[in-house]
């Protein structure tokens, strides 16, 4: 008997970084875990790494039309869900004199938008006992240079995470969010420049009380914690970021 023998798991988000960690953590506990990515390729390389008991299914969190499919294919392939990690999200950066209405929109729409309609599709496939989890950031606390659209994309999924806990409160549904700080994904090295994400590295540790970046194991110990350890929390938010929220 593994920790998660049979249980069955749908994650956003799942082909790299945070997300692909914790579908690991899971399915190598005994778990049935469906990811979900935009990248084909990017989701069976994923899939190769997660064993036989792994789906993955190519959905855009942005697209309604995606995610009202994914939550028939969840329905046809688990019946029910006994964990949602809400975990898909893109990181981009611009101080104020640089967003465009484009960058804005993208964010909101895969980041918050996305977030809270998956719930939405996913919820009635819910069991009671069963725990939501949303990737906020530290960044939604935080006051940091151009990361504003992205930061209130955060704060807003942080605050629906109050809200959805309440709504599915009756249904025995658990709703909580892990906030990761800097993290090591290699999204930095995707959304910007080479030297800008090895200065922005530089500034992160100086920053960090722990003077380091987390990992995602760190981050995917802690989501898999408030999918089916934290039984007694709902609505919270749990900083995974050395301390860079909280000292
Ligand atoms: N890394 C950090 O330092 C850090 C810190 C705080 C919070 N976070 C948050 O942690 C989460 C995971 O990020 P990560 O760092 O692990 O990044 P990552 O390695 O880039 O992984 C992001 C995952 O989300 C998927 N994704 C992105 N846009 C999507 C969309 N529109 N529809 C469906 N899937 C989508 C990606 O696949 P495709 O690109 O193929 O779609 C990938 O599987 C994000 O919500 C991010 O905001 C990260």
Do not use: W
Request: hydrophobic residues 45%.
């Amino acid at each position: 008997m593994t920790p998660y023998d049979d249980k069955k798991i749908v994650i956003t988000g799942g082909s790299s970084g945070i997300g692909l960690a914790t579908a690991r953590l899971f399915a190598r506990g005994g778990a049935h875990v469906l990811i979900t990515g935009r990248d084909r390729s990017a989701l069976d390389a994923a899939l190769e790494r997660l064993g036989d008991k792994a789906v993955g299914v190519r959905s855009d969190a942005a697209s309604l039309a995606d995610i009202k499919a994914l939550s028939g294919t969840v329905q046809e392939r688990f019946g029910a869900v006994d964990a949602l990690f809400v975990n898909a999200g893109v990181t981009a950066s611009a101080p104020l004199d640089a967003v465009t209405e484009e960058m804005y929109d993208a964010l909101f729409d895969i980041n918050t938008k996305g977030a809270y309609f998956t719930v939405q599709a996913l919820a009635p496939l819910l069991r009671e006992g069963s725990g939501v989890v949303l990737t906020t950031s530290v960044v939604n606390v935080l006051g940091l240079d151009a990361l504003g659209v992205y930061a209130a994309s955060k704060a807003a999924l942080r605050s629906m995470t109050r809200t959805l806990a309440r709504e599915l409160l009756p249904r025995g549904v658990r709703v909580n969010a892990v906030s990761p700080g800097p993290t090591d994904t290699g999204v930095l090295d995707r959304a910007v420049p080479a030297d800008v994400a090895e200065t922005m590295k530089d500034t992160y540790r100086s920053t960090i009380p722990m003077r380091r970046l987390g990992t995602c194991e760190e981050v995917a110990s802690a989501a898999a914690y408030l999918a089916f350890g934290a039984t007694f929390s709902t609505g919270a938010e749990f900083p995974v970021d050395g301390g860079a929220s909280q000292l």
